[in-house]
């Protein structure tokens, strides 16, 4: 009888309904490449869709005017109902800033246990729609499904120019590698102190909005992604994939929540890891990083931060706004380096 009583807000611990969560809950990069060939197609209007896949779907609605749209969801990382409405919301919404297009309209995409009491459900929507509402866009609707395990995220449209879109190619020889937020979501969130997840929950919580208005402030950039399920170098990847080029990380130069490095050299590992790994074995090299910042370079993100390839003038004066220089682009065969620094 306890297990059918209805559960006060007080007693919710999210992450106790759930076997993973957040953007490690996502398939691994291997299979979902492999059916998404499958589904490949041409469409008039099409920007960006399948061919190769991007953060976002980009469809030609006029000569000024294109839609950008993207969903994405999962169970919870977090405890508190509110956090977990506010970290989905900014992680469905980063697509579409990552694709340099401006929010307008979100959709609920829900699934909840019965037994969660409403006003659990009322503060990770009520979260989510303020998070919509300070990308510049509103939350119009959106559907509620049963489940025993508790899922929560957003299908977020946007605008943009058509000839403004940006994409994870492009990036050039010469080129800087910039990077809006700290990595380590993962791992702190699985091995961190309280205080060091409090910091982490913060920094998910923070909107890509003011990182794409300050990337699109200059020249363009000339490739763009954010990262998340598949880690700092599994995103990497697929730059350096679409660009035919090396993305050389500086170990060094890794922005780091709070107490993510001391977990890692712990051994704490979060499901997603051993996925991300297995998916770039042959396409990642490793020099001088050390075990636990190629933990945390493989670590699956939740709502990270914009990765872009600039030119090394912008990539000074996006230090300004925030980004950190975390390293370089070379000519090569497309593959990933995880070195010491810039002389390595």
Same mark, same amino acid.
């Given at each position: 009888?306890?297990?059918?009583?209805?559960?006060?807000?007080?007693?919710?611990? *999210?992450?106790?309904?759930?076997?993973?969560? %957040?953007?490690?809950?996502?398939? %691994?990069?291997?299979?979902?490449?492999?059916?998404?060939?499958?589904?490949?197609?041409?469409?008039?209007?099409? *920007?960006?869709?399948?061919?190769?896949?991007?953060?976002?779907?980009?469809?030609?609605?006029?000569?000024?005017?294109?839609?950008?749209?993207?969903?994405?969801?999962?169970?919870?990382?977090?405890?508190?109902?509110?956090?977990?409405?506010?970290?989905?919301?900014?992680?469905?919404?980063?697509?579409?800033?990552?694709?340099?297009?401006?929010?307008?309209?979100?959709?609920?995409?829900?699934?909840?246990?019965?037994?969660?009491?409403?006003?659990?459900?009322?503060?990770?929507?009520?979260?989510?729609?303020?998070?919509?509402?300070?990308?510049?866009?509103?939350?119009?609707?959106?559907?509620?499904?049963?489940?025993?395990?508790?899922?929560?995220?957003?299908?977020?449209? %946007?605008?943009?120019?058509?000839?403004?879109?940006?994409?994870?190619?492009?990036?050039?020889?010469?080129?800087?590698?910039?990077?809006?937020?700290?990595?380590?979501?993962?791992?702190?969130?699985?091995?961190?102190?309280?205080?060091?997840?409090?910091?982490?929950?913060?920094?998910?919580?923070?909107? !890509?909005?003011?990182?794409?208005?300050?990337?699109?402030?200059?020249?363009?950039?000339?490739?763009?992604?954010?990262?998340?399920?598949?880690?700092?170098?599994?995103?990497?990847?697929?730059?350096?994939?679409?660009?035919?080029?090396?993305?050389?990380?500086?170990?060094?130069?890794?922005?780091?929540?709070?107490?993510?490095?001391?977990?890692?050299?712990? %051994?704490?590992?979060?499901?997603?890891?051993?996925? !991300?790994?297995?998916?770039?074995?042959?396409?990642?090299?490793?020099?001088?990083?050390?075990?636990?910042?190629?933990?945390?370079?493989?670590?699956?993100?939740?709502?990270?931060?914009?990765?872009?390839?600039?030119?090394?003038?912008?990539?000074?004066?996006?230090?300004?706004?925030?980004?950190?220089?975390?390293?370089?682009?070379?000519?090569?065969?497309?593959?990933?380096?995880?070195?010491?620094?810039?002389?390595?």
């Amino acid at each position: 009888m306890a297990r059918e009583r209805m559960l006060r807000v007080s007693e919710v611990r *999210l992450t106790e309904w759930t076997t993973c969560g %957040g953007c490690a809950a996502k398939w %691994g990069a291997a299979p979902l490449a492999s059916l998404l060939r499958d589904l490949e197609g041409a469409a008039t209007g099409l *920007l960006v869709g399948l061919a190769p896949f991007d953060d976002a779907a980009v469809y030609r609605l006029s000569d000024e005017l294109a839609l950008v749209s993207t969903t994405d969801f999962f169970p919870p990382l977090v405890d508190d109902p509110a956090d977990f409405g506010a970290i989905a919301a900014a992680n469905a919404c980063s697509d579409v800033f990552a694709m340099g297009g401006a929010v307008v309209l979100a959709l609920n995409i829900s699934a909840f246990p019965e037994r969660l009491p409403a006003a659990a459900i009322a503060a990770i929507l009520g979260a989510a729609a303020q998070v919509v509402r300070d990308a510049g866009g509103i939350v119009a609707g959106g559907h509620t499904i049963r489940s025993e395990e508790p899922i929560f995220g957003l299908a977020v449209q %946007g605008l943009i120019h058509p000839d403004r879109v940006w994409t994870k190619g492009g990036a050039r020889p010469g080129d800087r590698l910039v990077l809006s937020k700290p990595i380590g979501t993962g791992i702190v969130l699985a091995g961190g102190s309280d205080e060091e997840k409090a910091e982490a929950v913060i920094g998910m919580r923070v909107l !890509n909005r003011a990182a794409a208005e300050a990337l699109g402030g200059g020249a363009a950039p000339h490739g763009v992604t954010d990262v998340t399920g598949f880690g700092l170098l599994g995103h990497c990847w697929e730059m350096a994939e679409r660009s035919s080029a090396v993305l050389r990380l500086w170990a060094g130069a890794l922005p780091l929540y709070r107490g993510a490095l001391a977990a890692a050299e712990r %051994g704490v590992r979060t499901g997603g890891d051993a996925r !991300n790994r297995a998916h770039l074995e042959g396409r990642v090299r490793v020099d001088g990083a050390g075990d636990a910042v190629e933990a945390l370079a493989y670590d699956p993100q939740t709502s990270g931060g914009l990765l872009a390839a600039v030119a090394p003038a912008e990539a000074a004066r996006l230090g300004a706004a925030g980004f950190v220089i975390v390293g370089e682009v070379l000519d090569g065969p497309a593959s990933v380096e995880l070195v010491a620094g810039p002389d390595a």
